[in-house]
C-alpha cells in the first residue's frame, strides 16, 4: 500500500453564515506537506486539531507523532516516536485541543488516549484493549466540549465514550445497530460550541451523521450512503462551527459537504473540489478558516 502525495489544505472562509441572497465565497489560502519522515512531511496524516492561538496541530500517522506549525503552515515543533511508552505512539489518529490548552490524542494502535501541553510534555494518559469502561477497540475520533469534557470514538466497540479531562470515566452510549443511537463503526466526532454542547458523529459504515445532547440522547440524523446532496460515502471528518453548520469530509466522493442545524444543505454553497485522488479525512473549523487533512492515493490502491 504506498502513498504518494499529502498536504494540508486551508480554505478561508470569506463569508461562513449561508444567506438565501448571497452565495458564499471561498478562496484557497494556502497548503503545506509533502510525503516523508522530515519535518513539516507526512507519509499518512490522519487527524488535525488548533488551539485558540492558531496553533495547527497535525497527527503525522505512520511517521507516528504529532506535529506542530502556525496558521500559515512554519513548522514549530513535533513529538512522539514509534512504541507503547509515554509520549510514544502507534499510528495517532484523532487529535483535540481543549479551550485551556490541553492537546488530547487518538493513539489508536496502542487503544489509548495520551494529554499533554501545548508543547509536547506528557501529561495523562488512559485506556487499553477491550470492550469495558475506559478500554477502546480501534478508537478514531476525538473531541473536547467547551467544559473541558473528552469524546472519543470507540469505532469498533460501536460506540461513544466521555470523560473528564484527567481521563475518569463518566457516560458511554451506543451498539451495533442502524437504529437511532446505534452505531456502524463511529469514526469522526465533534462538539458544538454553543451552550447546548450537541455532539455529533460520522457513521462510517453505516453512511449517516447522528446528533445527540452532551448526555448521549439521540437528537436527530441524516444521511445515506451515494453521492447526491446530503448523501455519504464512508464520511470520516467532522466538525462545527461557531454559527453551528456543520462540515462533514465525505471521503469516498472526494469532497467536504456543509449543513445548516437542521441537517440540510446551506441554499447556495461554493466550495474547492477535491481531486479524484484526493480523500479528505480529518477536518476542523478556525477561526474563519476551515482546515482538511487530504491523503492522496494511488487509484486502486488502498
Not at 35 to 51: C, Y
Request: proline share 5%; hydrophobic share 40%; aromatic share 12%.
Amino acid at each position: 500500500m504506498k502513498k504518494i502525495a499529502f498536504l494540508v489544505a486551508i480554505v478561508a472562509c470569506v463569508m461562513l453564515v449561508p444567506s438565501v441572497a448571497a452565495a458564499e465565497e471561498y478562496q484557497f489560502v494556502t497548503a503545506w506537506g509533502t510525503h516523508g519522515k522530515g519535518t513539516g512531511q507526512f507519509p499518512l496524516p490522519k487527524g488535525i486539531a488548533a488551539d485558540a492561538e492558531g496553533h495547527v496541530y497535525v497527527a503525522d500517522s505512520n511517521n507516528h507523532r504529532i506535529q506542530k506549525f502556525n496558521s500559515t503552515g512554519t513548522f514549530i515543533a513535533q513529538w512522539g516516536s514509534y512504541g507503547t511508552g509515554e509520549g510514544e505512539f502507534n499510528q495517532p489518529f484523532g487529535i483535540a485541543v481543549g479551550a485551556d490548552g490541553w492537546v488530547y490524542v487518538i493513539d489508536r494502535n496502542n487503544r489509548r488516549v495520551q494529554k499533554f501541553d501545548s508543547t509536547g510534555t506528557f501529561v495523562a494518559e488512559w485506556g487499553s484493549e477491550g470492550p469495558g469502561e475506559g478500554e477502546f477497540q480501534m478508537p478514531h475520533g476525538i473531541a473536547v466540549d467547551p467544559d473541558g469534557y473528552v469524546y472519543v470514538a470507540d469505532s469498533n466497540n460501536h460506540r461513544i465514550q466521555k470523560f473528564d479531562s484527567a481521563g475518569t470515566f463518566i457516560a458511554q452510549w451506543g451498539s451495533s445497530g442502524t437504529g437511532e443511537g446505534e452505531f456502524n463503526q463511529p469514526y469522526g466526532i465533534a462538539v458544538g460550541a454553543d451552550a447546548s454542547g450537541h455532539v455529533f458523529v460520522t457513521g462510517r459504515l453505516d453512511h449517516r451523521i447522528q446528533k445527540f445532547d452532551s448526555t448521549g440522547t439521540f437528537v436527530a440524523q441524516w444521511g445515506s450512503e451515494g453521492s447526491g446532496e446530503g448523501e455519504f460515502k464512508y464520511p470520516a471528518g467532522i466538525a462545527v462551527d461557531p454559527d453551528g453548520y456543520v462540515y462533514v469530509a465525505d471521503t469516498s466522493n472526494h469532497r467536504i459537504q456543509m449543513f445548516s442545524l437542521a441537517g440540510s444543505e446551506p441554499p447556495t454553497t461554493d466550495v474547492p473540489e477535491f481531486p479524484i485522488l484526493v480523500v479528505p479525512a480529518g477536518l476542523l473549523i478556525g477561526i474563519a478558516m476551515v482546515y482538511a487533512v487530504s491523503a492522496a492515493r494511488k487509484r486502486g490502491e488502498e
